[in-house]
């Protein structure tokens, strides 16, 4: 269940006339223990950016604003696209998934991740991610 990426809905608790707020919560609504949380904003429109998919790291990933377009590769050639176009929407991205990822100019995207950061986590050769035997 948990190795394909998928929505997750996150409750929006509050009304139009007040604002919402959204909650995620470490073994609740989010599968992991959050171990590192980043942000990245002001990406260019016409910029693909991804490419490239982890060893271990599994991701909760939100579009705090804007759009946010994930087309998605796993190891048996699964290719999936999902789009985050709401604060309250989700995505979790299990460990072995090739992603790419296309933002709207007002894109910022919010990540809550199980890992700290570890380059050695990356493949950011393709061929290298389709080839790999996972055991
Ligand atoms: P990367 O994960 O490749 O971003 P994207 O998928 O959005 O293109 O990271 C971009 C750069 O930022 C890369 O040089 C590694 C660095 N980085 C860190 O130093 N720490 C982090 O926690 C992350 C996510 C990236």
Redesign the pocket.
Known sequence: MNNIPKYINFSKIGSSQLGFITVAEAQKNVPFDIK?V?W?YYTPQDVI????AHKELQQVIFAVSGTIEFYTEDLKGNKNNFILDSPEKGLYIPRLIWRN?QFSHNAVLL?L?SEL?D?ND?FRDYNEFKTYKDD
């Open positions: 590192r980043y990245t950016r991804g490419g490239h990822i990540c991740a950061y380059e990356y």
